[in-house]
């Protein structure tokens, strides 16, 4: 208790009142106090015992005034034993994925595909999550790996999969990264095949919970799992994409379908990023809902735009709302990039487009320090990106980026010259940078 009391950062303390009242602990009363006293009576001389008993019933006083368990309020304590290894294992570990600053009717949707997982939970449960891009599905995997993983001590998240197997070097390293999330060890793999054979064999008859997100290719799941059918009993995999074919060919036992937000919860979802409340500010409920009908219930552009509106003028709401009006329903990216163009100066917009093109999964200290160096005031350049919903800081500092978001980055880069990529700001296609390097355009 001293140690946490001059550390902000100190221990943890969980007090547990085992048959004994949390008052009598704070004030040492009955045989509590007195079996306390009986304790320091071996100390001498009398001024260094008094110390001590002084210091301990200070420490009891903090702790009982700590929340934690006490006994009396448990059924059992069988019950209360589970209750204090949870905790404990959740504090130590922390092995959460991080979700969204904001969730909303995400209960509800993990929910739907919990049930799923539970109607088969005495064999192998394959569970797709499938729908468009922007709707929630890798939000949602993340919301039911968070609520089931702690039942898997083999369990592994595997995101990124459409971007990281654009190469044979991509399907390996993701190889390892699962070998590596179920048995934390780390495999030399020389090969897409040879890494699934040594998958195949490691996981065989195990019970794991695998989750795969944003599968485009039906040979991804095979490479990275096998034949998920020879997994041990109670194993759960699921799979997020935007193709339901892949599930169809995959055989999953039930596809969870990402449903468009509803009218009321993206209200919601807009007036957290556009007000930080729950609901929109006094003389703009009218302009929100009318942003919000152009989202389509699609919880990126809801977001992006909300956080694009945070403090904006009611002129700038109505020119937002002019734009949209001419953007076609299904241009998802156009309507993202309202909150690129409104990036007010230059440095800013080329810190987006950098991120976009070179640095997406990088630490955020070395982004930074490399865009410094390029005169790019990238400490405040960056802030201003997540602040606008563009850029995300995941776990371990790691910048993230929406794919949509990413590709809208790109595709503004492409555009400056569709033919020519030797004209472009940035290159980075390995292709694309040998061509223009060996062709010298
Ligand atoms: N229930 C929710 N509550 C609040 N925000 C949400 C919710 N679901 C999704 N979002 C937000 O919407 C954005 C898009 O969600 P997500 O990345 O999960 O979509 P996706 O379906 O996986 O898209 P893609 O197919 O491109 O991978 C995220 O930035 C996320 O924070
Ligand atoms: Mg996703």
Request: proline fraction near 2%; hydrophobic fraction near 35%.
């Amino acid at each position: 208790m001293e140690h946490r009391r001059s550390n902000n950062n100190g221990p943890v303390v969980i007090p547990i009142f085992y048959h004994v009242d949390p008052s009598v602990v704070r004030r040492q009363g009955g045989d509590f106090g007195k079996a306390l006293e009986a304790i320091t009576k071996r100390i001498q001389p009398e001024k260094e015992r008094q110390e001590l008993l002084r210091t301990w019933k200070r420490a009891l006083n903090q702790a009982a005034n700590i929340s934690g368990w006490d006994s009396s309020t448990f059924r059992s304590e069988n019950e209360l034993v589970n209750k204090i290894v949870d905790e404990v294992r959740r504090k130590v570990e922390n092995t959460f994925l991080p979700t969204t600053e904001f969730p909303v009717g995400l209960e509800s949707r993990v929910d739907q595909v919990f049930m799923s997982i539970e109607n088969q939970s005495s064999k192998v449960s394959m569970v797709g999550i499938w729908g468009m891009g922007g709707l929630g599905k890798t939000t949602t995997a993340k919301g039911i790996y968070n609520k089931i993983h702690r039942k898997f001590v083999h369990r592994s998240f595997i995101e990124n999969i459409r971007q990281t197997c654009e190469s044979d070097k991509g399907y390996i390293r993701l190889q390892q990264q699962l070998l590596s999330d179920l048995f934390k060890t780390k495999e030399k793999i020389h090969n897409i095949a040879s890494g699934t054979a040594i998958i195949n064999k490691r996981i065989s008859e195990k019970k794991v919970l695998i989750v795969l997100d944003d599968v485009t290719k039906e040979q991804q799941v095979k490479a990275l799992c096998g034949n998920p059918k020879c997994l041990g009993l109670g194993s759960v995999l699921i799979v997020t994409t935007r193709d339901a074919h892949i599930l169809r060919r995959l055989e999953v036992d039930c596809v969870c379908t990402a449903e468009e937000m509803n009218e009321n919860e993206s209200l919601e979802l807009f007036s957290w990023h556009a007000f930080r409340s729950a609901s929109p500010r006094a003389n703009f409920s009218e302009l929100s809902q009318n942003v919000v009908n152009y989202c389509g219930g699609l919880p990126l552009a809801v977001e992006v735009l909300g956080s694009y509106l945070y403090k904006r003028t009611k002129e700038e709401w109505k020119s937002v709302l002019s734009i949209l009006e001419k953007i076609p329903n299904d241009e998802v990216q156009e309507k993202l990039r309202i909150s690129y163009d409104g990036l007010t100066d230059d440095t800013k917009k080329a810190i987006f487009l950098d991120v976009c093109c070179f640095f997406i999964g990088k630490d955020r200290d070395y982004v930074t320090e490399i865009l410094n160096g390029c005169g790019l005031f990238a400490d405040i350049g960056i802030a201003v990106l997540i602040e606008r919903s563009l850029l995300k800081v995941e776990k371990n500092n790691k910048l993230g980026m929406h794919d949509l978001i990413r590709d809208m980055g790109r595709e503004i880069v492409r555009e400056s010259s569709k033919e020519d990529p030797g004209v472009r700001s940035r290159l980075w296609f390995q292709e694309d940078v040998y061509d223009v390097l060996t062709k010298n355009t």
